[in-house]
């Protein structure tokens, strides 16, 4: 028995049961995956909706347990751009396997995505940052998570050992900055760290997190953004700083504080995102 062979037929045939149900319903390619994160639960509503399909109704795609993330795949445009979104992300913390969790970054490739616009809340680590900011992703750190692309590789989707230098596509995050600056939206940039969660972290990880580079720390992203390039699509994310990161402030953090500052950035956070799919979309 080859177990990690028999792993990797075993996750290509589910990839492609799950592309044969989306496809079954939809009858147009989006160009545009944007993963919502917390605060922008709503944005759908900004497009004009064609089909909403639960995830409960692909098979085996991952469903979130986490409150405030109900899980469904929304296809619609932004004006023409055929855009679609991801409600409901899972996560490492709810026990869900790395390979999981980027099931659907592989399973909308195959469908034909060309990109893909990360979105989350993160603590902000950086003490130029403020609760309410938003930030740019530019770079992240990947060592404190697994790596989504641990067993055999998946040679259909990417190479063995992919190059990171330029995880976030930079012509793409010009025009984000671009529509910042329209729309008069401030925006930040920096480095995102993943860690796996649930717990929060303790204020001398945030000092090592700090020494070591990273601007703002959350429990997603980073393996989605790994999986993506390993794919060949272009990735951009944006994160809403929800907090300022353990030990800066007398505060205590709790997951009710976090969604209630992501919720109360969300007008500005979606008005960013179209800004800047409306910009990226006239590239694709
Ligand atoms: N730490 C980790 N994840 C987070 C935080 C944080 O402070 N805020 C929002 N997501």
Redesign the pocket.
Known sequence: MNRPFEIMHSYELRIEEAVKTIRKRVSFTPKILLILGSGLGEYAAELDVEEEIPFSEIPDFPISTAPGHDGRLIFGRLDDIPVVCMKGRVHLYEGYEPWDVVFPIRVMKEIGVGSVFLTN???GINYGFMAGDLMLITDHISVFAPNPLIGPNFERFGTRFPDMTHVYDEEFCDLIREAAHEEKVPLQEGVYVQ?T?PS??TPAEIRMLRNMGADA???STVIEAIAAHHAGLRVIGISCI??A??GMTKEL?SGDD?NLTANETAPLFSRLVTASIRKIGKEL
Do not use: K
């Open positions: 809340a993160s603590g860690l969660g929060f972290e720390v959350g429990m929800s907090n990161a353990a953090l976090v």
